[in-house]
Nanobody, 122 residues
Framework: VQLQAFGGGSVQAGGSLSLSCAAS????????VAWFRQAPGKERDFVSA????????HYANSVKGRFTISRDNAKNTVYLQMNSLKPEDTAVYYC????????????????WGQGTEVTVSS
Protein backbone atom coordinates (compact mmCIF):
# COMPACT_ATOMS: atom_id res chain seq x y z
CA VAL A 1 0.00 0.00 0.00
CA GLN A 2 1.20 3.51 -0.78
CA LEU A 3 0.44 6.41 1.53
CA GLN A 4 0.35 10.14 0.95
CA ALA A 5 0.00 12.57 3.83
CA PHE A 6 -1.18 16.11 3.25
CA GLY A 7 -2.94 19.00 4.96
CA GLY A 8 -0.08 20.50 6.92
CA GLY A 9 0.53 24.20 7.15
CA SER A 10 1.18 27.10 9.46
CA VAL A 11 -1.22 28.13 12.17
CA GLN A 12 -1.19 30.20 15.33
CA ALA A 13 -1.41 28.60 18.73
CA GLY A 14 -4.96 27.63 19.55
CA GLY A 15 -5.80 27.04 15.93
CA SER A 16 -6.75 23.86 14.09
CA LEU A 17 -5.53 21.79 11.18
CA SER A 18 -6.79 18.64 9.57
CA LEU A 19 -4.36 16.13 8.14
CA SER A 20 -5.27 13.43 5.68
CA CYS A 21 -3.52 10.20 4.78
CA ALA A 22 -4.65 8.86 1.44
CA ALA A 23 -3.84 5.27 0.57
CA SER A 24 -3.75 3.30 -2.60
CA UNK A 25 -4.61 -0.35 -2.71
CA UNK A 26 -7.84 -2.27 -2.50
CA UNK A 27 -7.06 -3.84 0.89
CA UNK A 28 -6.56 -0.63 2.81
CA UNK A 29 -9.42 -1.58 5.11
CA UNK A 30 -7.24 -4.39 6.51
CA UNK A 31 -4.57 -1.97 7.71
CA UNK A 32 -4.29 -0.15 10.97
CA VAL A 33 -2.94 3.36 10.51
CA ALA A 34 -0.95 5.57 12.81
CA TRP A 35 0.32 9.11 12.82
CA PHE A 36 3.81 9.92 14.01
CA ARG A 37 5.63 13.21 14.17
CA GLN A 38 9.20 14.35 14.25
CA ALA A 39 10.25 17.76 15.42
CA PRO A 40 13.60 19.23 14.31
CA GLY A 41 16.44 17.60 16.20
CA LYS A 42 14.16 15.17 17.99
CA GLU A 43 13.18 11.56 17.62
CA ARG A 44 10.04 10.43 15.88
CA ASP A 45 7.12 10.18 18.31
CA PHE A 46 3.85 8.31 18.18
CA VAL A 47 0.80 10.56 17.96
CA SER A 48 -2.28 8.45 17.34
CA ALA A 49 -3.48 5.21 15.79
CA UNK A 50 -6.70 3.69 14.55
CA UNK A 51 -7.65 0.09 13.98
CA UNK A 52 -8.51 -1.26 10.56
CA UNK A 53 -12.23 -1.09 11.37
CA UNK A 54 -12.06 2.31 13.02
CA UNK A 55 -13.56 0.92 16.20
CA UNK A 56 -10.43 1.37 18.28
CA UNK A 57 -8.20 4.41 18.62
CA HIS A 58 -5.22 5.36 20.74
CA TYR A 59 -3.56 8.68 21.48
CA ALA A 60 -0.33 9.89 22.97
CA ASN A 61 -0.92 11.68 26.26
CA SER A 62 0.41 14.89 24.77
CA VAL A 63 -2.43 15.10 22.23
CA LYS A 64 -5.27 13.39 24.04
CA GLY A 65 -8.37 15.55 24.10
CA ARG A 66 -7.05 17.81 21.34
CA PHE A 67 -6.52 15.47 18.38
CA THR A 68 -9.03 13.09 16.82
CA ILE A 69 -8.18 10.28 14.44
CA SER A 70 -10.79 8.81 12.11
CA ARG A 71 -10.97 6.91 8.86
CA ASP A 72 -13.18 6.41 5.86
CA ASN A 73 -12.34 3.08 4.27
CA ALA A 74 -14.59 3.81 1.32
CA LYS A 75 -12.29 6.72 0.51
CA ASN A 76 -9.09 4.93 1.58
CA THR A 77 -8.31 7.87 3.85
CA VAL A 78 -7.39 8.39 7.47
CA TYR A 79 -7.78 11.80 9.06
CA LEU A 80 -6.18 13.56 11.99
CA GLN A 81 -8.12 16.54 13.26
CA MET A 82 -5.85 18.70 15.37
CA ASN A 83 -7.43 21.33 17.60
CA SER A 84 -6.03 23.67 20.25
CA LEU A 85 -2.63 23.44 18.62
CA LYS A 86 0.44 24.38 20.62
CA PRO A 87 3.91 25.43 19.48
CA GLU A 88 5.21 22.08 20.72
CA ASP A 89 3.02 20.38 18.11
CA THR A 90 5.33 21.77 15.44
CA ALA A 91 6.78 18.83 13.51
CA VAL A 92 6.66 16.85 10.31
CA TYR A 93 3.73 14.47 10.56
CA TYR A 94 3.86 11.04 8.97
CA CYS A 95 1.20 8.42 8.51
CA UNK A 96 2.07 4.75 8.57
CA UNK A 97 0.17 1.54 7.95
CA UNK A 98 0.38 -1.98 9.30
CA UNK A 99 -1.70 -4.97 8.30
CA UNK A 100 -3.39 -6.07 11.48
CA UNK A 101 -3.53 -4.41 14.87
CA UNK A 102 -1.95 -1.05 15.56
CA UNK A 103 1.16 -0.36 17.59
CA UNK A 104 2.77 2.71 19.07
CA UNK A 105 6.22 1.68 17.87
CA UNK A 106 7.12 2.99 14.46
CA UNK A 107 9.27 -0.03 13.73
CA UNK A 108 6.12 -2.11 13.50
CA UNK A 109 4.85 -0.26 10.46
CA UNK A 110 5.74 -1.40 6.99
CA UNK A 111 4.40 1.49 4.96
CA TRP A 112 5.02 5.20 5.40
CA GLY A 113 3.84 8.37 3.78
CA GLN A 114 6.20 11.18 2.84
CA GLY A 115 5.28 13.54 5.70
CA THR A 116 3.52 16.86 5.91
CA GLU A 117 4.86 19.80 7.89
CA VAL A 118 2.91 21.49 10.66
CA THR A 119 4.12 24.76 12.15
CA VAL A 120 2.41 26.32 15.15
CA SER A 121 3.48 29.81 16.11
CA SER A 122 2.96 31.37 19.51
Amino acid sequence: VQLQAFGGGSVQAGGSLSLSCAASGRTFSRYSVAWFRQAPGKERDFVSAISWSGDSTHYANSVKGRFTISRDNAKNTVYLQMNSLKPEDTAVYYCAAHQGRYYTAGARYNYWGQGTEVTVSS
